[in-house]
């Protein structure tokens, strides 16, 4: 699942739910994280920790820092992704 | 070499425990839970268990082998609105943990306690032969901590080989929780609501991590360490904040209003699971804040405290490099909402 694009969208998705204990399809793309969704600051902290335990990446957390929504959750992800392939 | 499992291992003393422990040779292991912080444990050469605290065999399976366990994960509660039952979790998550300790064998534990836990004295610097005789009345912080510290002594009487760290407040680097580094977030931001004044005693967590490893080392079973550093009024730490890194500072409010505030934001932010910018617990330290003897621990662990400037520099770099002092733009210092506990956005 987390081996393709759609996999690792899935996936930040779902963890965004389960962070906010929320249902996962009330989490969307262009949702903000802060302003939408509440997703406050240490909860960001648990997102990237659970995003690199799952991807077994190190999220670097200056650029985490710059997402404002869900999508932008989900490409950065796939950024990283992709710089450490 | 010599293995720690280091308990909240991913926190803020915990964190600075597991570079004292590698630094000093050590091998270490922590425990994690689901979701757990670990985004700053994964560039550090230590094995992460998962762990259910739930199941005591998952806990005694983690402890077996290791030459000392750390137990730097005290419950700090959220809120102080349920005192009753702020302590009965604390009190089960510490038996938890010695009770494990006991049947895994471990040759020692050090835990980590507060200096909120200690008795009010005048006249002389506090020590850790100051304990209330009584659970302390009026704080929640304050109950749970002396609560958590007799609840492990019991396991003292029962051969377990214990030894108690007393901090103050500490300061530096990776508090990614915002506990005293409040005080200099908020006023760098310029986020800081309100504040009280009174004496506060900080110390550098850097040098309170050694303490441990030292504690582990040395420590005699039973023994008892105060961590003090310096005591400080905080109108002075404040002033002093904000002319070493800038930013803004609200006028000081007076104590009863500062309690009577602090409960009203806690209740407010339970009921949407939220943080307040200053809680209960800090001004209840700031109302209960004396000078700090380590008297003990320097004889016995060769503790020093470092300069209180050199701590707040090293904490202000921290915040900085991880963002946590970047500000909105567009809103005026001291009449934003209550600073959220972690790092801002750039906007």
């Known amino acids: ?56 990446l190190e999220l670097p957390m200056e650029e985490a820092l710059e997402l404002e929504t869900v999508e932008d959750a989900c490409a950065f992800v796939e950024r990283t992704v992709a710089a450490n392939a | 070499m010599k293995r720690a499992l280091v308990i909240g291992g991913t926190g803020f003393v915990g964190l600075n425990l597991v570079d004292a422990l590698l630094a000093g040779g050590w091998e270490v292991r922590v425990p994690v839970r689901r979701h757990s912080i670990t985004l700053f444990l994964r560039s550090r050469e230590v094995e992460r268990v998962r762990v259910d605290f739930d199941e005591p065999d998952q806990l005694r399976g983690a402890m077996r082998g290791q030459d000392a366990v750390f137990m730097a994960a005290g419950h700090y509660p959220r809120y102080s609105l349920d005192p009753a039952r702020e302590i009965a979790r604390g009190v089960e998550q510490t038996r938890a943990v010695a009770n494990a300790a006991l049947r895994a064998d471990v040759p020692g534990l050090v ?99 050694r303490a441990h490893v030292e504690a582990a080392r040395m420590g005699a079973a039973g023994a008892r360490y105060c961590l003090g550093g310096h005591a400080v009024r905080v109108s002075d730490l404040l002033t002093t904040v904000r002319a070493r890194y800038g930013g803004a500072l609200p006028e000081p409010i007076p104590l009863a209003e500062a309690r009577e505030r602090a409960d009203r934001e806690e209740r407010e932010a339970a009921t949407r699971r939220g943080r307040v910018a200053v809680p209960r617990e800090l001004v209840d330290l700031v109302e209960h804040g004396q000078p700090v003897s380590s008297a003990a621990a320097a004889r016995d662990l060769g503790f020093v405290a470092r300069p209180l400037e050199a701590s707040l520099d090293r904490a202000h770099a921290w915040f900085e490099s991880q963002g946590y002092l970047r500000t909105p733009k567009g809103r005026d210092a001291c009449s934003r909402p209550p600073m959220d506990a972690a790092p801002a956005r750039s906007s």
């Open chain 2, 111 to 209: 835990y980590t306690s507060s200096t909120g836990s200690l008795a009010h004295v005048e006249g002389r610097a506090v020590d850790e032969g100051d304990v209330p005789p009584r659970r302390p009345e009026g704080s929640t912080y304050r109950a749970v901590k002396w609560a958590m510290e007799r609840e492990v002594e019991r396991f003292v009487g029962r051969g377990l080989r214990v030894v108690t760290m007393i901090p103050s407040g500490c300061v530096g680097p990776w508090d990614a929780r915002v506990g005293t580094g409040r005080l200099i977030v908020g006023v760098v931001r310029g986020e800081l609501p309100f504040w009280v004044d009174g004496t506060v005693d900080l110390v550098d967590v850097a040098d309170v991590a």
């Open chain 1, 1 to 56: 699942m987390l081996e393709t694009p759609d996999g690792r969208r899935s996936r930040t998705i779902e963890l965004i739910a389960e962070i906010l204990e929320v249902q996962v399809d009330t989490v969307r793309p262009p949702q903000r994280l802060r302003e939408d969704l509440g997703l406050d600051s240490l909860q960001s902290l648990e997102l990237l920790s659970l995003l690199g335990e799952e991807l077994r």
